[in-house]
């Protein structure tokens, strides 16, 4: 004769098997940990400033070392900090309004850099000219962030 679990024990099994299952950040399947959170806060603020069209606030969160070739072995698109810093002060010039969806997917962490995989919405009017543009994008994207001093810093990928 086979020994049978009783109700009580098959309970207090599941229970522990779901205490001990990974915890995850909500809506995600990004491991739930305080670099992650800081990570996912980090793409979130830098979402709002650029929704704001807040050129200083976005700089706050970039390093000095950002450096992004923009997946290109041509040099003449890569974006260095002092690139970055005129190019979003120009940019947000000539843009009038601006939404901005990121949806975070994955993020590694190997010690003080992070990689966050995205996929971002955005949809904008620039002023020309002939009169304001509307205009959109969408892709998968990939965001490089360092740890500088407590706080994550992008280095390439906005």
């Known amino acids: 004769?086979?020994?049978?679990?009783?109700?009580?024990?098959?309970?207090?099994?599941?229970?522990?098997?779901l205490a001990c299952a990974a915890h995850r950040i909500p809506g995600t399947?990004?491991?739930d940990n305080s670099d992650t959170r800081a990570v996912v806060a980090a793409i979130e603020a830098y979402r709002q400033a650029a929704e704001r069209r807040d050129a200083s606030a976005v700089l706050a969160l970039v390093s000095q070392k950002y450096f992004d070739?923009?997946?290109?072995?041509?040099p003449s698109d890569d974006v260095d900090y002092g690139r970055l810093r005129a190019r979003l002060a120009e940019d947000y010039r000539?843009?009038?309004a601006l939404r901005l969806d990121i949806d975070?997917?994955?993020?590694?962490?190997?010690g003080n850099k992070a990689t966050a995989y995205v996929f971002y919405e955005e949809y904008y009017r620039i002023a020309t000219p002939a009169g304001e543009?509307?205009?959109?994008?969408?892709?998968?994207?990939?965001m490089q962030l360092l740890r500088e001093g407590n706080a994550w810093h992008f280095v390439s990928g906005l």
Not at 1 to 17: E, I, N, V
Not at 104 to 110: G, N, R
């Open 69 to 74: 070739n923009a997946g290109t072995p041509d």
């Open 133 to 142: 543009v509307a205009k959109q994008a969408s892709d998968a994207h990939r």
């Open 1 to 17: 004769m086979r020994p049978s679990f009783s109700r009580q024990a098959l309970f207090f099994l599941g229970a522990l098997a």
């Open 104 to 110: 975070v997917k994955q993020i590694d962490i190997d």
């Open 29 to 31: 399947q990004i491991p």
């Open 94 to 96: 000539k843009t009038t």
